[in-house]
C-alpha cells in the first residue's frame, strides 16, 4: 500500500514519535546503580495519572489482562465471593478469569450495550448482610461497546452500606484518556494496560494499588493458607518492596520504562484535564457523525457513551465485518471489530491516545469509503462534515489564543 495506514482501533493507539525515540536506546542494566534515580520518580509521577497520593502504581511486564489477574490473586482465596457483571467482552472476560481461579463468582449478565449495572449492585451488596462480597468488579470503559460506567456510583453504594469489599476497576481504556481518581473513588486495585490512553507499544500492565489493600494483603501474608491462590508472578508486597529502591522483583521492561517516562511527561505536560477535554471533543466529533449517518452506537444509554472509543451499529441486514474488511484491504484503515455478542454488528472506531481532529476525520474518511463499498445507505460526506463543523464549532481556548 502506498501512504500511511490509519490505527482507528482501541489499542494499541498511535505511537507519538517522541515515545518511540524514547525507546530507541541501548539496552540498559536494570539493576545499574543509578536505577533508582529513573525508576522512582517515574512511579511517583504515575500516581498522578492514576490520581492517588495515598496508594501506589506497581507496573508489571504484561498486558492489561495480567493486570485482572494481578487484582485477584493478591487479595482473594479460593471461593471468595467476587461480584462483576458481563455487558461486553472485557467486562466478560474478567469475570470468567474469576471463575477459571476459582473464585465464586456473583455474574450479573446485561444486555451488551448497558453499563455496569448500579441498581443490581446496590440490591446484591444490600442482601449480602455477612458480607461474604470480599470484592467488586467494574469496568469503567467497556471498549467492545463503547459504555463508559459510573464508578463513584458504586463507591458511593460500598459507602452508603458500609460494605468493606474492595473496589477493584479495570480502567484499561480509561486511565489517562477520561477522568479517573483513584483516591476520590476509593478504587483498591485499578488495571491499565501500556498500549491504551498511555499511547506505548504493548508489554506493561500498570496497576494502581490502595494503601488499603496493601494493609489487608500485608495483614493476611502471616495467616496464608493451602486454600490461597497464590500471588505469583504478580506479587505486589514483593513489587512495591523492591520498588522502594527503584529496582524490581525481576527484570523490568526496561525499554518500555523508558518510552513511559516519556509518554508520562507528555500526559502531564498538556495536563490530565486537558487531555480529557481533548478525549471529549474527539469522541463528540465522532458521535456527531454517527447520527449524520443515520447509524446508532451501540450504548444503549446516550449519557453513558464513551470518549475513548465508539462502537457502531451497522443496520439489520448488513455485515459490520463487510466494512473493516473493506476498510483495511482497500484503504489501510484499521477499524475495530465487534467482539462476542456484537460480531458482524458493530464496527468500532478508537479515538484515545495521541490523536487530533485531522487523525479523527481521517478515520471517518476511510469509514465512510468502506461503508460505500460494503453497500450501506448513508449520504457519503455526511459524516465527515459533521465532525468538521463540529469541531469548528468547538476550538480549543489555546487555539483561540494563538489567533
Ligand atoms: C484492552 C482491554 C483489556 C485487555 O487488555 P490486554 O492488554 O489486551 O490484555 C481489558 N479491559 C479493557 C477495558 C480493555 O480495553
Known amino acids: 500500500m502506498i501512504g500511511n495506514k490509519t490505527l482507528a482501533v482501541p489499542g494499541p493507539t498511535n505511537l507519538p514519535p517522541r515515545v518511540a525515540r524514547a525507546m530507541a536506546v541501548p539496552l540498559e542494566d536494570h539493576r545499574a546503580p543509578d536505577m533508582g534515580e529513573f525508576i522512582v520518580p517515574l512511579l511517583q509521577d504515575l500516581k498522578k495519572i492514576f490520581r492517588t497520593e495515598t496508594g501506589h502504581v506497581l507496573v508489571f511486564p504484561g498486558s492489561g489482562s495480567g493486570g485482572w489477574e494481578a487484582a485477584l490473586r493478591n487479595t482473594l482465596r479460593e471461593g471468595d465471593r467476587v461480584l462483576g457483571a458481563s455487558f461486553g467482552q472485557f467486562s466478560m472476560l474478567w469475570v470468567e478469569m474469576c471463575c477459571q481461579l476459582r473464585l465464586n463468582v456473583t455474574n450479573i449478565d446485561c444486555r451488551w450495550g448497558e453499563a455496569t449495572p448500579v441498581d443490581a449492585y446496590r440490591r ?24 463508559t460506567s459510573d464508578v463513584a456510583a458504586i463507591r458511593a453504594i460500598l459507602d452508603d452500606l458500609g460494605h468493606p469489599a474492595l473496589l477493584f476497576v479495570d480502567g484499561v481504556s480509561s486511565i489517562a484518556s477520561i477522568e479517573f481518581d ?15 490512553g498511555f499511547m506505548m507499544p504493548t508489554g506493561l500492565a500498570i496497576v494502581g494499588v490502595s494503601a488499603k489493600c496493601m494493609q489487608l494483603i500485608a495483614a493476611r501474608s502471616l495467616r496464608r493458607g493451602d486454600t490461597d491462590i497464590g500471588y505469583g508472578y504478580w506479587d505486589f508486597a514483593a513489587m512495591l518492596n523492591a520498588n522502594k529502591s527503584g529496582y524490581f522483583p525481576y527484570t523490568p521492561a526496561m525499554t518500555l520504562m523508558r518510552g513511559l517516562r516519556e509518554s508520562t511527561d507528555m500526559l502531564l505536560e498538556e495536563g490530565l484535564n486537558n487531555v480529557f477535554d481533548r478525549h471529549f471533543r474527539l469522541a463528540e466529533g465522532v458521535r456527531r457523525a454517527v447520527a449524520a449517518w443515520g447509524l446508532r452506537p451501540c450504548a444503549i444509554d446516550p449519557a453513558t457513551v464513551s470518549d475513548t472509543v465508539t462502537a457502531i451499529l451497522v443496520p439489520e441486514g448488513s455485515d459490520a465485518n463487510d466494512v473493516i474488511k473493506a476498510a483495511y484491504r482497500r484503504y489501510g484503515v484499521s477499524l475495530g471489530g465487534g467482539l462476542g455478542a456484537v460480531a458482524g454488528k458493530v464496527f468500532r472506531i478508537g479515538h484515545l491516545g495521541w490523536l487530533n481532529e485531522t487523525m479523527v476525520l481521517q478515520a471517518l474518511g476511510g469509514a465512510e469509503l468502506a461503508m460505500c463499498d460494503a453497500g450501506l445507505a448513508f449520504a457519503p460526506g455526511s459524516g465527515v462534515g459533521a465532525a468538521i463543523s463540529y469541531f469548528n ?3 480549543p481556548a489555546n487555539l483561540l489564543a494563538a489567533e
Open 182 to 196: 483513584m483516591d476520590g473513588w476509593g478504587v483498591d486495585v485499578a488495571v491499565a494496560g501500556s498500549q491504551k
Open 124 to 147: 446484591a451488596l444490600e442482601d449480602d448482610k455477612s458480607h461474604a462480597i470480599k470484592a467488586v468488579l467494574v469496568c469503567q470503559n467497556e471498549t467492545a461497546t463503547g459504555v
Open 393 to 395: 464549532a468547538q476550538k
